[in-house]
């Protein structure tokens, strides 16, 4: 049985609204926890300090030796939880590509993992960055291909021109 779906995919590429379906298609109940989640929990100081992360007017991201380790333990204790028992859905952006899917390979090697890549064009995916109005214009163009970048995934959707439930229950189809 399946006990973390992880989401990788730049911004704007429709994980969240995926995240959101397949709380709704899945028989049992699902956490769904993110990036997202991770850098609202920050400090302010962080959100603007080289140590911490910063957000580029390009939208580039740049991440420092703070917020790694804060990083670290957020991913353990979403390993922690779901090894408790709790049934996750991780809302990631892999902005190392490989090397950040490593850091969750170690932190879950004891669980079932279905690693799921979600794709969308990058114009696509700039137009909702743009109809968001919660970007910083560019980056859905700077990630959407990056964070794939030697990501080994167990099934792949591409929001591009299909919708979030489509992309849900391929995935639901997966989940054991």
Not at 27 to 55: K, N, S, V
Not at 77 to 94: L, S
Not at 147 to 176: F, K, N, P, W
Request: proline share 3%.
């Amino acid at each position: 049985m399946t006990d973390v779906i992880v989401l990788n995919g730049g911004s704007s590429s429709g994980k969240s609204g995926i995240a959101r379906c397949l709380q709704a298609v899945l028989p049992d109940a699902w956490l769904a926890l993110g990036t997202d989640t991770l850098i609202a929990a920050l400090p302010g100081p962080l959100l603007e300090a080289d140590a911490g992360i910063a957000f580029a007017p390009d939208g580039g991201v740049v991440v420092g030796p703070e917020f790694r380790r804060l990083e670290e333990a957020w991913i353990e204790g979403v390993a922690a939880m779901a090894r408790t028992g709790a049934r996750v859905i991780v809302d990631e952006v892999f902005l190392g590509g490989a090397e950040s899917q490593q850091r969750w390979q170690k932190a879950l090697r004891e669980l079932r993992v279905l690693w799921v890549g979600v794709r969308c064009e990058s114009a696509v995916a700039a137009g909702r960055e743009v109809a968001r109005g919660d970007r910083m214009a560019g980056m859905a163009a700077q990630q959407a291909e990056v964070v794939h970048q030697g990501v080994v995934y167990d099934l792949e959707v591409d929001t591009t021109r299909t919708e979030s439930m489509e992309c849900a229950r391929a995935i639901a189809a997966r989940v054991a």
